[in-house]
């Protein structure tokens, strides 16, 4: 089993940038296919991104994806997700999570404890 830690989160001015991170350990990272959701308050949870285990395949999830840039450092054992041009929508918490047969929600065995996104208009 790999244990997820999200940093990266923050308030911010809407039309900023952020880079998440998740670290991840305890397992072969590059077995794992990797995903961000988030939360909104009041919302769901959400798919955000996904990213297969080499890295070489992306997928998004939401609209607006132009936003987001899923990315992952199998060395470092580490995903990241860039968001740009912050909107105030984007509130919420931001997890990652890991399968290692996939990144479809059933899939996700393991799951981060996520970072606090709040952006300011």
């Known amino acids: 089993q790999v244990q997820l830690v999200e940093s990266g989160g923050g308030l911010v001015q809407a039309g900023g940038s952020l880079r998440l991170s998740c670290a991840a350990s305890g397992g072969t990272f590059s077995e794992y296919a990797m995903a961000w959701y988030r939360q909104g308050p009041g919302k769901e949870r959400e798919p955000v991104a996904t990213?297969?285990?080499?890295?070489?395949?992306?997928d998004y999830r939401v609209s607006e994806s132009g936003r987001f840039t899923i990315s992952r450092d199998n060395d470092k054992n580490t995903v990241y997700l860039q968001i740009d041009n912050l909107k105030p929508e984007d509130t919420a918490l931001y997890y990652c999570a890991a399968g290692s047969t996939g990144w479809d929600l059933h899939e996700l065995e393991n799951w981060g404890q996520g970072t606090l996104v709040i952006v300011s208009s």
């Open positions: 990213i297969s285990w080499s890295g070489h395949a992306t």
